[in-house]
């Protein structure tokens, strides 16, 4: 579903990821573990070519992103994005978040868009809050509309940049139970997270990505319980005091 | 009464005395209200240019595409840094040598002079608005599938329109005022109505002062439209 093939990124004379080989099969459940600075971000964000990669080659859906006038908006339709700041459409209702795009973009009608809208809605349990403005939500609220925003669009992908990196920590569980909610649904996941509890629940597979290299590959117990490098033992280590 | 003003020396004779009051609210009123007439006619068509014009560019002048960007800041420079009035009588006296027989309307003209030169400003308030967006709202629409156009008309430009509608505003009120250097070219507006009112008769000073109120009748509206706007920005 996603392939990656010798990604590099420079920031200037940063190099944020060196050579990446990754492939993220159809339906799977990808976490992206790593200390902040080490490029995950970045990984994310070349999956929808929100970064451009400075070499190698982005193959999503079938589709050469890398390639010279690819089709990068029809692809990205199917591949929503979460965001660590949210980034709802602060001038629009919460309904019309969930609407916009599948009315402009692709063209669904109104009506369809709303009933859909509704129902993704109920799911993330925000339904009274439909004619809210984002401004009149806590984080927790908002970061649940811009998951049911990005459902409406029935991506094939889920790209989860830090969800929960900017919600007050009782906010984190709430908008966690959403996106482990959303594991059976069939839809091919990556998410970057700080939350080691999620990875562990959640996730089919864990990298551990440091200084712009994929450090660990396999399934949570591997990465918990068996990594295979210093750097990566250091950071557990940390992170699960 | 008639005594009191008697007393006062300015309303006996020169620039400002009582018969040239009277002659001109005799005759000259319906001469300044038809150029008034003529001067909405060209603030507002002008108005309405200049808002396309000030989006488009402003919108080109944020972008990242080079050649767009590049005409958008050469448009602005020479709208910004050349006088209107030249601008009003190239347009008169330039574009028929150019374009062999195009002798636009003088109200087309003054519609398209204020509409560029103002267009040009605006487009430099739109610019900043887009610039004041975070760019976490162009990558929530570009990661939805919307084309840079697309996010900039239905995501970004509207949250901008808001911030910079009190600048936007005060743009109006200067072009209102802006529209009297068709004067120049026989605009048949409120300045020139007042000009050959007040040149056939000699009644320049009533004449302008009426012409400058009218003048403040059509801008304070907009001026106090402006600071209404600003205090409802900052309560939000």
Known sequence: ?241 | MSEFFASIGFLQEGPFAVPRWEALFEKGMDTLWQGAATTLLVASLGLALALVLGIVIGVMSASHWRIPRAFARGYVEFFQNTPLLIQVFMLYNALPLLFEGLFLPVVTIGILGVGMYHGAYIAEVVRAGIQSIGRGQLEAALSQGFGYVGAMRYIVVPQAMRIVLPPMTNQAVSLIKNTSVIAIIAGGDLMYAGDSFAGRFGHYGPTYVMVGLIYFLMCFPLAILARRLEERLRAD
């Open chain 1, 1 to 241: 579903m996603i392939k990656l093939t010798g990604v590099s990124k420079h920031f200037g004379s940063h190099q944020a990821l060196k050579n990446i080989d990754l492939e993220v099969p159809a339906g799977q459940k990808l976490v992206v573990i790593g200390p902040s600075g080490s490029g995950k971000s970045t990984l994310i964000r070349c999956m929808n070519m929100l970064e451009k990669p400075s070499a190698g080659q982005v193959i999503v859906d079938g589709v050469d992103l890398t390639a010279h006038r690819a089709p990068i908006a029809k692809v990205r339709q199917s591949v929503a994005m979460v965001f660590q700041q949210f980034n709802l459409y602060p001038h629009k209702t919460v309904l019309e978040n969930l609407t916009l795009a599948p009315i402009v973009v692709r063209g669904v009608s109104k009506d369809e868009a709303t009933e859909t809208a509704l129902q993704y809605l109920e799911r993330v349990g925000l339904s009274e809050k439909k004619d809210k403005y984002p401004a009149q939500l806590s984080g927790g609220q908002q970061q649940r509309v811009a998951i049911a925003r990005a459902l409406n669009m029935h991506p094939k992908i889920m790209l989860f940049d830090e969800p929960t990196s900017a919600l007050d920590p009782e906010m984190i569980q709430e908008v966690l139970e959403v996106i482990v909610g959303l594991a059976d649904s069939g839809i091919t996941m990556v998410v970057v997270t700080h939350e080691m509890g999620f990875a562990k629940e959640a996730a089919d597979r864990v990298i551990f990505i440091d200084e712009g290299e994929i450090l660990e590959d396999g399934t949570p117990i591997h990465f918990f319980e068996n990594p295979q490098h210093d750097r990566t033992k250091l950071f557990l280590s940390k992170i699960l005091r």
